[in-house]
């Protein structure tokens, strides 16, 4: 069984920082991506962050600058560093673990999402 946790989210004024903590328990032997992405008023689903196992980065074009995701292999953590906050980041921040393997290597099955953590950034 697989379980993924948001910690870090809240509210924070313009120009202010949060930091956002995901991890991923269970019996895995890995895990290909773990991203971040977040829910806003009126928008679809965005990718804001992503950290593959091999430690490539990839961020969406809005927070490219002002954000810095790191991750842990050995805890299956990662930690997203929000800086120069916008009111238009506030929405609902979702985790996601992609490419998780078992201790036989095999792909497990599964949809691997965190039950969100509200951020709220005001002006």
């Known amino acids: 069984q697989v379980q993924v946790v948001e910690s870090g989210g809240g509210s924070a004024q313009a120009g202010g920082s949060l930091t956002l903590l995901c991890t991923v328990f269970g019996t895995t032997f890995s895990i290909d991506d773990i991203v971040w992405y977040r829910q806003t008023p009126g928008k679809y689903r965005e990718l804001v962050a992503a950290?593959?196992?091999?430690?490539?980065?990839d961020y969406g074009d809005f927070v490219k600058g002002r954000a810095t995701i790191s991750r842990d292999n050995g805890k299956n953590m990662v930690v997203l560093q929000m800086n120069s906050l916008k009111p238009e980041d506030t929405g609902v921040y979702y985790c996601n673990a992609a490419g998780v393997r078992d201790y036989s290597g095999a792909y497990m099955m599964g949809d691997y999402w965190g039950q969100g953590t509200q951020v709220t950034v005001s002006s």
């Open positions: 950290a593959t196992s091999r430690g490539d980065l």
